[in-house]
């Protein structure tokens, strides 16, 4: 996405449509910049760990540390 990071993006998308269910998933270790208010997902994660995020929409994010 040239020229806005995932986070800027969920922002947009929320405020057009709040309605929108977000999910991000992070792939880095830190959760430097990693916005809080934001529900997320680090990678690697389990299938069960996935359908857990999803079912779970609307919870802060967790950063889990390696």
């Known amino acids: 996405m040239p020229g806005m990071t995932g986070g800027e993006l969920a922002h ?3 405020a057009r ?3 929108t ?6 792939g880095y270790a830190e959760g430097d ?3 809080q208010s934001l529900p997320c997902l680090t990678k690697p994660f389990l299938q069960s ?3 857990s995020a999803v079912a779970g929409l609307g ?6 540390k390696p």
């Open 12 to 14: 947009a998308v929320r």
């Open 17 to 19: 449509r709040p309605e």
């Open 21 to 26: 269910k977000i999910l991000i998933v992070w």
């Open 33 to 35: 910049g990693l916005d």
């Open 49 to 51: 760990d996935l359908a």
């Open 59 to 64: 919870s802060k994010c967790d950063v889990r």
